[in-house]
């Protein structure tokens, strides 16, 4: 097995960020592997790429609409017509055809879609593997795909019952960074980014395209009476940057304040472990990379405003491992925040079982694990 196919795409950070981590555990594993890593939709007709992405539509502007539409998708064998993925995916197909891929791995439904009619129209001998980062719908259960790594033994199980065959399901995690395995001193991390010891750290993400509330965040922090600090990372969003910088130098009312000392707002950072590492609490959207991110790091987190349909179901799961608290609407902000930042017992509860659903190393574990079944011959 010496050449390896990532197909990923830019919706969102995590997918993208899964797909590095990977390749750097197949060239720590094996240095003289070929593994490249290509935006599936950018090989696709360009009609095609503007018709997936028009889900931004209703998810910007009729999140209940879009909700709808994604149940549906949720319970169906398929995310859209499979005309439309023949059409679309022709030019995927032939770059496909010329890497000559051992091991094809899809990070998204629709884009593991494709490589499933591909290697059905094709009798594709390639190894393929199916990486959703936290959520499994029936799409997800073709006979083509080889082997399904999943982030925890519950998802597994999910995917079994959708009738997935148990063999081609392993729990090894969800690929993270390497960073995350090797993490700095929690006070060597604070003093080089600039953090104070006295006072507590919140952190609030939006995830790599920087989606959110900002506006209901910076109004739940303001409520908030206990001192701290707070650092907003907006990622790729410029005009959400430059829209939290607005709004927390301006006024909270008539007898607020004018700015909001120890507040900052940082925009794409590739040092997103050190401020984990730092922080004392996470509020943010529950993207699966930032979840099992802040995982590794036993970072506290309230998740709030999720997008419709998966990070919703990703709230439940949480819920269920007790491995984030789930504040369902704006009113709730302030006092949850309030609530952990005044009793430590509860953040430490949250961060043991943040750490007992981290697998810091899953990337290595699973590109250990895709080598062997794929060189075992274990596929169709």
Not at 70 to 93: C, N
Not at 127 to 156: C, K, R, S, T
Not at 181 to 186: F, G, N, T
């Amino acid at each position: 097995m010496s050449k390896i196919l990532i197909l990923t795409t830019s919706h969102g950070a995590s997918h993208r960020r899964a797909s590095e981590a990977l390749k750097k555990a197949f060239l720590e594993i094996q240095p003289s592997l070929t593994v490249e890593i290509i935006d599936a939709l950018e090989h696709c007709a360009r009609w095609f790429r503007a018709y997936y992405d028009s889900y931004l539509i209703p998810l910007r502007y009729w999140p209940s609409l879009w909700r709808r539409i994604e149940r549906r998708q949720h319970q169906a064998a398929s995310t859209s017509p499979g005309w439309l993925y023949r059409l679309g995916g022709r030019p995927l197909f032939r770059f496909i055809k010329a890497f000559d891929a051992d091991i094809v791995i899809a990070t998204e439904i629709g884009v593991c879609e494709l490589a499933v009619l591909y290697k059905r129209r094709t009798h594709g001998r390639f190894f393929l593997v199916g990486l959703e980062l936290m959520d499994f719908n029936q799409a997800w259960v073709q006979p083509e795909i080889d082997l399904y790594p999943v982030v925890h033994p519950d998802l597994g199980e999910e995917l079994i019952a959708a009738g997935a065959p148990r063999q081609k399901v392993i729990a090894c995690g969800m690929p993270i960074d390497p960073a995350y395995a090797r993490l700095p001193d929690r006070a060597e991390a604070r003093k080089r980014l600039g953090v104070r010891d006295d006072l507590p750290l919140i952190l609030a993400l939006f995830g790599g395209a920087g989606f959110g509330k900002p506006r209901q965040i910076v109004e739940g922090l303001r409520k908030v009476a206990a001192p701290c600090q707070v650092v907003f990372i907006t990622g790729k969003n410029r005009a959400l940057e430059t829209e939290l910088q607005h709004l927390c130098s301006s006024p909270s009312g008539p007898s607020g304040p004018s700015g909001l000392p120890g507040w900052r707002v940082l925009g794409w950072t590739e040092h997103m472990h050190e401020w984990m590492v730092a922080a004392d609490l996470l509020i943010s959207k529950p993207g699966g990379g930032t979840v099992m991110e802040a995982a590794a790091c036993g970072l506290p987190l309230l998740v709030f405003a999720p997008l419709p349909g998966n990070e919703e179901r990703t709230c439940r799961w949480l819920e269920k491992w007790q491995a984030g608290i789930w504040v369902r609407s704006p009113a709730e902000l302030a006092p949850a925040i309030k609530n952990l930042l005044e009793h430590l017992q509860k953040r430490e509860n949250l961060r043991q079982a943040m750490k007992s659903i981290s697998h810091p190393g899953a990337a290595l574990d699973a590109a250990q694990m895709i080598l062997h079944r794929a060189d075992s011959g274990d596929h169709e």
